[in-house]
């Protein structure tokens, strides 16, 4: 049978169940019991079946999909925001609708209402969501993709929650590159500072938090003669990163290297430039803002890590619309984007 490609309908006798049954299994819609959706997917994978996606591309140019975003006010928001639109661009055969919601990253629980009501009007069809780390809104969206609707997460990467994709950066990997780079620009040695949004899991973009952790561990498990000064909050902030850094300098007059995991980075530069450190204390950050750029070309930053943020949305905005268009599953479940290491000298073309 692996050979033999069979029809729908031939995969709904095989299975013992109405036609109406398979389309639901292909579709992820519910109605169906496990044992049943089980069995057909498994009919499904040894048949080899690959629904009609000329048919079914023509059959949806005059449907209106309506697509909502939810993502906070931080730093990578206008960027993603631009990768979907670009998407959404490129798609421009298709009646798309696109709901923005744009949640101020002071007030993260609004989020978790905004998706209710949302859901209230039953007339969404996919969800991008950068979703922050707590269990309540977790839990929403398990009900949400339990319920059919498919959700691509972008950015900040949580639990799995039934994720139609996660795509952006691979947090871990991000935050242990830029202790090896601490490492080796400070010589193994010094004080170092971890500036990040909140320790406070359930109010952030667990990006930061996730960076920050493999940040310390990496330093503590192989720099013993560096020194990690107690974390700060900066809660994307910038007048108080600026005041933040101001204060950490005076405290710590011998102080190596800044490492900051989240928002209002370039704050960091500039207090640096202020107390005239530049060039003896050695600042990490993420992202390839511009205002970034401009510190690194200053030597007030020594280097960034970019991880495609414009690439992000675009990605998350096909994903979902190769799902919702052609019903084509996504070829894996996480895709991390690049992780960008730029410094003064490949300044050059660099952007977010």
């Known amino acids: 049978m692996a050979d033999q490609t069979l029809t729908m309908k031939q995969i709904a006798d095989l299975a013992g169940v ?22 057909i997917r498994q009919i499904i994978e040894i048949s080899g079946y690959k629904p009609n996606q000329a048919g079914i591309a023509l059959q949806n140019q005059s449907r209106t999909f309506m697509i909502d975003v939810f993502l906070m ?21 298709f009646r798309i609708r696109v709901r923005r919601h744009l949640i101020d990253r002071s007030t993260p629980d609004n989020m978790l209402q905004e998706l209710n009501l949302v859901l209230e009007q039953k007339d969404s069809d996919g969800i991008i969501i950068m979703p922050y780390n707590s269990p309540g809104l977790l839990d929403a969206i398990k009900a949400v993709t339990g319920g059919g609707i498919p ?83 900066n809660h994307e902030n910038y007048e108080l990163t600026e005041r933040l850094v101001i204060r950490l300098i005076e405290e710590h007059p011998d102080l190596k290297g800044i490492y900051c995991t989240t928002g209002g980075a370039y704050k960091v530069g500039e ?6 450190r530049k060039g003896q204390i050695t600042v990490i950050t993420h992202e390839l803002y511009p205002e970034i750029l401009e510190l690194i070309r200053r030597d007030a930053i020594f280097c960034t890590i970019g991880s495609e943020l414009i690439e992000q949305g675009r990605m998350a905005m096909h994903s979902l619309m190769d799902y919702l268009l052609y019903h084509k599953e996504p070829d894996c479940r996480k895709h991390y984007t690049k992780s960008l290491i730029v410094i003064r000298e490949n300044i050059d073309g660099s952007e977010p």
Do not use: W
Not at 73 to 93: C, F, H, K, M
């Open 18 to 39: 109405h036609r109406s049954t398979v389309d639901k299994v292909i579709h992820n819609r519910p109605g169906v019991s496990e044992e049943q959706r089980k069995r």
């Open 73 to 93: 006010t931080v730093d990578a928001a206008p960027y993603i925001q631009q990768g979907i639109r670009e998407a959404e661009e490129s798609l421009d055969n």
């Open 151 to 233: 959700v691509v997460s972008v950015n900040s990467e949580t639990e799995d929650c039934g994720y139609l994709r996660y795509v952006g950066p691979s947090n871990i990997t991000s935050g242990k590159t830029a202790a090896q780079l601490m490492a080796g620009m400070i010589r193994g040695r010094g004080e170092v500072a971890v500036i990040t949004g909140s320790t406070q899991a359930a109010s952030i973009n667990s990006s930061t938090e996730i960076r920050q952790k493999a940040f310390q561990e990496y330093i503590n498990n192989n720099c013993p003669e560096i020194t990690l000064i107690p974390v700060l909050e």
């Open 271 to 276: 207090a640096v430039e202020l107390t005239g």
